[in-house]
């Protein structure tokens, strides 16, 4: 399993309007093929910044099975327009105890 975590500043004034884009984008990210799980979560301290958290069952199936698709597409025309840069987005592991 892999973990997704992208860091999202979305522009200030528009925080509300990109928590109904992603309710609407929810369901696109999770028909990809190896996506098992997605959660957005907002800044207290930084209200204008998200992050959102993908488990994936691989970094391919993060890359070919969305980001090479038209599910991507659809993904990126509802909640792109909010964002007030491009989101920094990272691959992650766990680390045994």
């Not at 488990?55 to 990126?76: K, Q």
Request: charged letters at 25%; a negative charge.
């Amino acid at each position: 399993m892999v973990l997704e975590v992208a860091l999202i500043d979305v522009t200030p004034g528009h925080e509300d309007e990109f928590a109904a884009a992603y309710a609407q984008a929810h369901a696109i990210i999770t028909a990809a093929e190896g996506c098992r799980s997605v959660r957005m979560t907002r800044g207290i301290e930084s209200p204008s910044r998200f992050v959102l958290l993908v488990e994936w069952d691989s970094v391919e199936a993060h890359e070919e099975n969305f980001r090479a698709t038209e599910l991507f597409g659809r993904w990126r025309a509802l909640i792109g327009p909010h964002f007030a840069g491009p989101p920094r987005v990272e691959h992650f592991v766990d680390v045994p105890a």
